[in-house]
């Protein structure tokens, strides 16, 4: 499906913190900064790739999308309305329009039900569907996912990784979304059947017009996929750019880092892996000025002390970093398929 250029969701400055208590009375003294002013939006039809490491805030970032969790500031506007000002009701009948797919297919389908049970509770919880009509859409949606319709009875257990995450995407499926979160869907499955779910997505993207959120921990799973991608450290988006031109042209050096660590298909062509010292520093307590600066190659004064301009370096290529021209060019970018 095309990408249309209108805007299905937008997320202004959202924060996410998780307060941490401490002492007899258990009172906050500090917070966790999960997500620490975040914005993008992603148009009707796209998939929009959000990756970092694990503890970046990238899942969270999810969760609070859909008010899974509730945010502590900012806006997320769906359909042109902001969804953090909804109630309970408002959130229930929108809850049909955004849907999540989890990381592990094997604890997000209850193991007492079976399949026909898990796809079509949704259906019977927003009236979509009850009796032979369920049953009949069920094994429709069975089918649309690549399995059959007598797997309905059995029970999650009795299926592989693969064929779990397939349940996992009917389930989602069900009640006709229009967004869905994927949060790292695939990196729970053998890389040989990653490429399968994927391609079923992409299938089921351009067949049932659906606008994805694609959450990943490295670069190299939401190349394939997405549209543009959005790289996020500690709680904040550092670039953002279209697909083909931030593999080709990153400009932060986090970005260039994770580029550098995707596998080259090509064992003759050797290539720089660039290899970040330390760890992710704890998002309860982030380094002043640049987050990245107490790992990266290019920290200079002004990094420690001054949060560098999430700004547009041209081409809705957004990045923030003080070098002038960004990181320096290195062989580290990802081979073109
Ligand atoms: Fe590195 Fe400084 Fe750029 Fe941060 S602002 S990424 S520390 S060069």
């Known amino acids: 499906m095309p990408v249309s250029d209108e805007i299905l969701l937008e997320v202004n400055d959202l924060v996410k913190h998780f307060p941490i208590r401490g002492g007899v009375f258990s009172r906050t003294v500090g917070n966790i900064r999960a997500v620490d002013g975040i914005s993008f939006f ?4 796209e998939t929009l790739g959000l990756v970092g490491e694990s503890g ?32 309970r009701e408002g959130m229930r009948n929108l809850r049909r329009e955004m849907q999540i797919i989890f990381q592990d297919p094997y604890s997000s389908l209850n193991p007492r039900m079976t399949v026909g049970n898990i796809i079509g509770e949704a259906l019977e919880i927003h009236g979509l569907a009850r009796g032979k009509a369920k049953e009949k859409r069920v094994k429709e949606l069975l089918e649309t996912v690549g399995l059959t319709a007598h797997h309905m009875r059995r029970y999650p257990h009795e299926f592989s990784g693969g064929q779990r995450q397939r349940i996992g995407v009917a389930r989602a499926l069900a009640v006709d979304p229009k967004l869905i979160i994927c949060d790292e869907p695939v990196s729970a499955l053998d890389v040989s059947i990653q490429a399968q779910v994927i391609n079923l997505m992409e299938d089921l993207q351009n067949e049932f017009n659906l606008t994805y959120l694609f959450i990943a921990h490295d670069l190299s799973v939401v190349k394939h996929i997405s549209d ?110």
């Open 42 to 45: 992603v148009r009707k039809g």
């Open 228 to 337: 543009r991608v959005a790289v996020m450290y500690l709680g904040k988006i550092v670039e953002l750019a279209e697909k083909a031109e931030l593999y080709r042209n990153p400009i932060h050096p986090y970005t260039q880092a994770l580029l550098s660590a995707i596998p080259v298909p090509n064992p003759t062509y050797e290539r720089e892996r660039i290899l970040l010292k330390g760890d992710v520093p704890s998002p309860a307590n982030p380094p002043p000025g640049c987050r990245f600066h107490t790992r990266c190659p290019y920290v200079m004064d002004i990094c420690k002390e001054e949060d560098p301009e999430y700004k547009d370096w041209g081409d809705e290529h957004f990045a923030s970093c003080h070098l002038e021209k960004g990181a320096p060019k290195k062989e580290v970018i990802a081979t073109e398929e």
């Open 56 to 87: 970046c805030g990238k899942t969270t970032a999810g969760k609070v999308v859909l008010r899974l969790e509730e945010p502590t500031s900012g806006e997320v506007i769906f359909e042109g309305k902001n969804i953090v000002e909804l109630g």
